[in-house]
């Protein structure tokens, strides 16, 4: 028996150590991958950084050329989308987590959610091409576009906030009912504020989602050459990658570094997104603990 259990013990030990060093090993292949191209991407896009990359507009000359209305494009397409997915998911997963009965219902829509957040974002596209597009007669318009990101997001807005309710301890819940506190003042007034940190990290994270994705919007908008600034809902648009992918897919060589300068800006974008969500999750969770 002790020859058996030290030989398991061993291979044991040895399959832990395995499974240790592939981790580490596929971790850091894909890590000096991802710093190799960001380094290519920088060599070709630095010198085409500037502020008219930023203020004008396309164009078919390439020191003319800029990404003013993809930009002004992406903006509009995150903002529309936040305020969209943010209540009706949240809503949603106060509903699911702290009022829905455990049945099979219940069980079929958390399943189904789950499943959501893995379908191909170009199914999303085409989604939102027949459904708010051509059906609801919204044309290719912002509010098309982001109800198309809205529904691209929703799954992972109503999971990150489930989890984030599931986080706040249930003796919280039970000491404000010992008080008399009714379920929804338990809701708003204890479970809420704990789970905003997490809630609000996850929605940011999304948007971030949303404005890196390039097939939904070619599907919803697909122009690349707008000359003017959207200021309204029902305006045409572009977004980022689709100037970006504009740019890659033309023969001259100048623009692919202008393809690799919108990367650039496009990072900046997302890493901003980031920032915001850690500096809210940082804050209201200080105001949590106080």
């Known amino acids: 028996m002790r020859t058996r259990d030290i030989v398991r013990a061993t291979r044991r030990k040895f399959a832990g150590s395995l499974l240790l060093s592939l981790f580490i090993l596929s971790t850091a292949t894909a890590m000096i991958a991802l710093a190799l191209l960001l380094v290519d991407v920088a060599n070709?896009?630095?010198?085409?950084?500037?502020?008219?990359?930023?203020?004008?507009?396309?164009?078919?000359?390439?020191?003319?050329?800029?990404?003013?209305?993809?930009?002004l494009g992406s903006i509009w397409i995150a903002g529309l989308t936040g305020a969209i997915c943010f209540?009706?998911?949240?809503?949603?997963?106060?509903?699911?987590h702290e009022y829905a009965p455990k049945n099979r219902l219940t069980s079929f829509i958390n399943l189904n959610i789950f499943n959501?957040?893995?379908?191909?974002?170009?199914?999303?596209?085409?989604?939102?091409?027949?459904?708010f597009v051509d059906l609801l007669a919204l044309g290719r318009s912002?509010?098309?576009?982001?109800?198309?990101?809205?529904?691209?997001?929703?799954?992972?807005?109503i999971?990150?906030?489930?989890?984030?309710?599931?986080?706040?301890?249930?003796?919280?819940?039970?000491?404000?009912?010992?008080?008399?506190?009714?379920?929804w003042q338990v809701v708003r007034r204890i479970v809420l504020p704990q789970a905003l940190p997490g809630i609000l990290t996850g929605t940011v994270?999304?948007?971030?989602?949303?404005?890196?994705?390039?097939?939904?919007?070619?599907?919803?908008?697909?122009?690349?050459?707008?000359?003017?600034?959207?200021?309204?809902?029902?305006?045409?648009?572009?977004?980022?990658?689709?100037?970006i992918f504009n740019w890659v897919s033309r023969p001259q060589a100048d623009f692919a570094g202008l393809a690799a300068a919108g990367i650039i800006v496009l990072l900046i974008v997302l890493?901003?997104?980031?920032?915001?969500?850690?500096?809210?999750?940082?804050?209201?969770?200080?105001?949590?603990r106080e």
Do not use: C
């Open 159 to 183: 999971v990150a906030s489930r989890e984030a309710l599931a986080a706040v301890p249930e003796g919280h819940r039970f000491g404000a009912y010992a008080l008399g506190a009714s379920q």
């Open 87 to 96: 209540p009706i998911g949240v809503g949603a997963a106060v509903y699911l």
């Open 271 to 288: 890493l901003a997104l980031n920032a915001t969500a850690i500096l809210l999750r940082n804050k209201y969770q200080r105001r949590v």
């Open 142 to 157: 912002i509010i098309a576009g982001a109800l198309t990101m809205a529904l691209l997001v929703l799954p992972t807005v």
């Open 44 to 71: 070709k896009g630095a010198p085409w950084l500037s502020w008219h990359l930023v203020t004008n507009y396309p164009s078919r000359f390439p020191k003319q050329a800029g990404l003013r209305s993809a930009l």
């Open 116 to 131: 959501l957040s893995g379908v191909p974002s170009i199914v999303y596209g085409l989604l939102g091409l027949g459904l």
């Open 205 to 243: 994270l999304a948007m971030s989602r949303a404005i890196g994705e390039a097939a939904p919007m070619i599907a919803v908008s697909a122009l690349v050459y707008i000359t003017f600034d959207p200021t309204s809902p029902l305006d045409r648009f572009t977004v980022l990658p689709i100037q």
